[in-house]
């Protein structure tokens, strides 16, 4: 398995910093962030899903992409993906992402996947997934450019099943799943090793991070009677829900070859470091099955 870092999670790297720090680290792979600054983050101090210096801003050129793509291979690395923010109904902006994708040399592109947050029913939602991947699936072929479905909590898709009843109907060379187990932490917990055998040949990238659940202060109280609250946050790579050791053996166990991609959001170490640790921690539990083997 190689390593790679999805830039979401180094927001205070410009691009060229980013991809030293990548390289330094011992990393293989970029996933770009493709998405603008808000106007109302620009004064802001570097942040995720603010002021994310280490993203590709749609509104920018193709040169620019492609300036990005050259500025990555000229430090050894690979631009694996594009990571934009889409709807499951723009496809408009899906065929512009993929057309960056392209240009950035990328052979994968995270799409769009309905939310879900009880306001409509799952059964019209899926039917709106599933349209719209018909579709994603013919740019995936104009494009060459895999599209990949993420397990994400508040989606349709927050589990491996159910992002494997999403993609299932479509040609896993063009559709693939983008499994998240830190993502699974907060919703769509599975047996880790059985998710990975359902979702077979399209198991098409795995990002690495953890996450923790925490009581909330207080409690609710109905009718005299109290109910403790919970709520999950992110935590340091090695200290959360998600048993890392274990994962890589499941993935291993399935024959995965693919990427490692970083996107921790625990903020518990700068980010030069968290690459670093990253690198050594997958390195280590990796030569330690190799050792069991």
């Known amino acids: 398995m190689k390593l790679s870092v999805f830039t979401v999670a180094t927001p205070d790297f410009t691009p060229e910093e980013l991809v030293k720090a990548a390289s330094s680290a011992g990393l293989e792979g970029i996933e770009w962030r493709y998405k603008g600054i808000p106007e109302h983050a620009i004064a ?3 942040s995720f899903w603010g002021r994310n210096l280490a993203s590709i801003d749609p509104a920018g050129t193709l040169e620019d ?8 291979e000229k430090e050894g690395l690979t631009s694996i993906a594009l990571v934009p923010y ?3 109904t723009d496809l408009v902006s899906t065929e512009q992402a993929f057309e960056a994708a392209r240009a950035l040399g990328a052979t994968m592109m995270r799409v769009g996947v309905p939310s879900y947050n009880r306001t409509e029913n799952y059964n019209e939602l899926f039917k709106t997934g599933i349209s719209y991947l018909s579709e994603v699936q013919e740019m995936s072929r104009t494009y060459g450019v895999k599209a990949i479905v993420e397990t994400h909590h508040v989606t349709i898709a927050p589990s491996a099943s159910l992002a494997y009843r999403l993609v299932s109907t479509f040609d896993p060379n063009h559709i693939g799943v983008l499994y998240d187990p830190g993502n699974m932490v907060h919703e769509g917990y599975e047996n880790y090793r059985m998710g990975l055998e359902l979702l077979g040949p399209y198991l098409a990238h795995v990002h690495v991070k953890n996450a923790v659940w925490t009581q909330k202060p207080g409690t609710d109280v109905v009718d005299g009677l109290e109910e403790i609250q919970y709520g999950c946050k992110w935590s340091p790579l090695l200290d959360g ?5 274990q994962v890589l053996q499941d993935l291993v166990s399935v024959g995965y070859e693919g990427y490692l991609g970083i996107e921790d959001f625990s903020q518990s170490l700068s980010s030069a470091e968290m690459l670093k640790h990253f690198s050594h921690s997958m390195r280590t539990l990796l030569g330690e099955l190799r050792t069991e083997v």
Not at 65 to 72: E, H, P, S, V
Not at 241 to 245: A, I, K, R
């Open 241 to 245: 829900v998600v048993p890392w050791s």
């Open 86 to 88: 889409l709807s499951a």
């Open 44 to 46: 802001e101090s570097p």
């Open 65 to 72: 992409i492609t300036a990005i793509r050259n500025l990555t």
